[in-house]
Every structure is written in structure tokens, then in C-alpha cells.
């Protein structure tokens, strides 16, 4: 039996199909086409879809696989494989939640911590016994170049890029080296001071960026590009079971 999941970023969609624990096809796009949709569906005979959104709500996809699919909408009140003890669950990212049963997954029985470098850097902690405890948001490396040149009256605005360098030697190696050198030690600050309470924990790393910051962290981390996806059919999975 074919799964099909759909992760709605803000910059980008994820499109994966999965038979049990295999991933067959990925798909990323710019924005969410039904077209592209159908095409996997009938491709695989999809039967169980399941689609976590942070953007806006696009009804002609979530109608079409509701006509087509056994289908779920993630939500904070999906049942999930792990418990959440977030004080406001309704406003908790669909795609925190995923990436920690994504990493829940491949780490059962662990003290994790999940951290998603893409527009913003989040960073969620769950327990061994299967609890997300919360986590901490900050601005990504993009976000971070951007708000320097628009809160400022004469810094450009410029690209981000991977610094070999750690300072930089012109306005825009120093905004660029900033902004990078500052996620790879907020990363690190962040797993030293979790180490303290939880000497074994297990760090995944996933987002449009983990492949700037991978080989720069000093800590032992595992890098998973599709740690998301891996989540939402683990949820999927799980909901079948029910």
C-alpha cells in the first residue's frame, strides 16, 4: 500500500510517496500544484495521504485527496505517536511536530533534540519516553541578512552563503559570515547546554539549510534532509493502527 505525504513550507512543498518505511519518490516544488498531486496518486494508486500545512489553506488539494484518498489533515489534534506537553498546541507548527515523530522514529527510547534550519531555526526537545517538552524558535540565516538591510539605512542586502572564513573582510563577507557563524554557535550553544541535563542525547538536524551548517557544527549530530516527510508517514502509519 502506497502513502502520499505533503509538507507546505514557507518557501518550499515536499511531495513523498512511501511504501511502509520506504521512501520511493520526492518531489519539491515552489508551491503546491494539484496537477503534480494527481500525477502521484494515479502513478502509485495512493491510498492514505496525509498533508501538514504551515502556510495558507489550499481547499482544491484538501478536497481532492478527502474524494480520492483515505486522508488526514495534520493537526494539534491528530493522534499522534508521541504526547505533546506544549502549553499552546493549536499554534505548535505542524512540521516541529513531524520532524520529532520523524526523529522519534529512527531514535526510539531517546532523549532528542530536533532542530530544523529553514526560515526560521527551531528547536524541540522530546523526552525518552516519548513527551515533546517544547523548544525555542529563532531567525534563520536568510531571515537573519534580510533584517540587516531592512532595519538598517545603509546595509545591503546580500546573499547567504557557506563561510570558510570566520570574519569577514568586507561589508558583505562580514554580513554573510555573521549571520552564518551565528546559527553554527547558536546551534552548538543550544546542544552544549541540553548535554548538561541529558548527557545521551540524540541531535537531528533537517531543514533547507542543514546542508550549510552539517559539517560546521562540532557536536555529533545526525543530518536528515527528510526528516519531515519521514514524520508524516510514521503519523499516517500510526493512525491506520488505530
Known amino acids: 500500500m502506497k502513502n502520499l505525504t505533503i509538507d ?10 512511501f511504501e511502509q518505511d520506504t521512501m520511493l519518490e520526492m518531489m519539491i516544488c ?19 495521504s496525509i498533508l501538514s500545512s504551515v502556510a495558507i489553506e489550499n481547499k482544491d488539494i484538501t478536497e481532492y485527496l478527502r474524494s480520492t484518498t483515505d486522508f488526514i489533515e495534520l493537526t494539534a489534534d491528530t493522534p499522534l505517536p508521541l504526547k505533546l506537553e506544549y502549553e499552546t498546541p493549536n499554534t505548535l507548527g505542524l512540521d516541529r511536530i513531524a520532524a520529532a515523530v520523524g526523529a522519534m522514529s529512527m531514535k526510539p527510547a531517546a532523549d532528542l533534540l530536533v532542530i530544523d534550519a529553514g526560515t526560521c531555526n527551531t528547536y524541540d526537545f522530546v523526552s525518552a519516553d516519548g513527551v515533546f517538552k517544547g523548544g525555542n524558535i529563532t531567525p534563520g540565516v536568510e531571515m537573519r541578512l534580510k533584517a540587516m538591510h531592512t532595519f538598517t539605512g545603509r546595509l545591503p542586502e ?33 546542544i552544549e547546554a541540553l548535554k548538561l541535563l541529558y548527557p545521551k542525547i540524540s541531535v537531528f538536524l533537517t531543514g533547507g539549510y542543514a546542508f550549510y551548517f552539517e559539517k560546521r557544527i562540532k557536536n555529533r549530530i545526525f543530518a536528515v534532509s527528510n526528516l519531515v516527510p519521514i514524520g508524516l508517514n510514521k503519523i499516517l502509519i500510526y493512525n491506520d493502527s488505530l
Request: proline share 2%.
Open 8 to 17: 507546505i513550507g514557507n518557501s518550499s512543498v515536499k511531495l513523498a510517496v
Open 158 to 190: 546580500v546573499p547567504t552563503a557557506d563561510c570558510a572564513q570566520l570574519l569577514g573582510t568586507s561589508t558583505q563577507t562580514a554580513l554573510q559570515c555573521g549571520a552564518f557563524w551565528g546559527v553554527v554557535y547558536e546551534i552548538d550553544g543550544f
Open 30 to 48: 515552489e508551491q503546491a500544484v494539484l496537477a503534480q498531486i494527481d500525477v502521484l496518486v494515479k502513478k502509485y494508486g495512493i491510498k492514505k
